[in-house]
């Protein structure tokens, strides 16, 4: 069936084609900063799924509460372990608040505009998981954390959690997201090559497809069938 897909780029037409013999499931969103807007796991809460969002912006998950009243939505940041970071904040709900200054530091030159920074606590994913009795091989998860997506997944245990499909960003040269005269991307060479795939390889996960800035990760046993 066709549907207006809610996601930047059109990923979510990728994910709902991945994902589409599962007439119900169960999605994580890392990241998850609007429950429309850019969003992967619209019109999969459309079909009956639910799921757990995450971000670490108040005013996001206040407008998950009021919209996924199916969903458990967490407001706290994600890394690989427990501890406190600095954020960078442009905005309360803006999608390039991070935790990696680098990233903040050329977002702020291409804005013309400084960030605030403040101190937040980070879990992993491992610990809310466990906290909330998740099933060991959920159908998808999408992590979207502006430059801290390989810390993300480093905090979740893959030998344990085996979720059927992974979207993330790969973002191998950063100087492109800042270049307004560009398409911003990374070749299929880089996104192959980066430390993101290097790692969900190693836990038998196979590359299946990238576009822009998100990539598609299957599971081995997703990938067998």
Known sequence: KSFISNSAFGEEI?????????????????????????????????????????????????LF???????????IAISD?????NSYIFDPSSGTNTLEKDYAEGWSKNFGKNYKVKKIECRTLTSILNQHNVKKDFEFLNVDVESHDLNVLKGLNLDI???????????????????NENMYFSSLQEVMNSEITKYLQKKKYKLVSHYYLTSFFISEALYKK
């Not at 509460?65 to 967490?74: P, V």
């Not at 372990?81 to 970071?85: D, L, T």
């Open 81 to 85: 372990k427990e501890s406190v970071k």
């Open 14 to 62: 990728l994910v709902n084609r991945i994902l589409q013999k599962f007439n119900t499931g169960f999605y994580v969103d890392v990241g998850a900063y609007n429950p429309k807007v850019g969003s992967l796991t619209h019109q999969l809460y459309k079909r009956g799924w639910k799921g757990i969002n995450i971000d670490f912006s108040e005013e996001n998950i206040k």
């Open 65 to 75: 509460n009021l919209f996924r009243k199916r969903d458990l939505s967490i407001r």
């Open 161 to 179: 959690y085996k979720p059927k499909l992974i979207t993330c960003e790969i973002i191998v040269n950063q100087r492109n997201l800042w270049d």
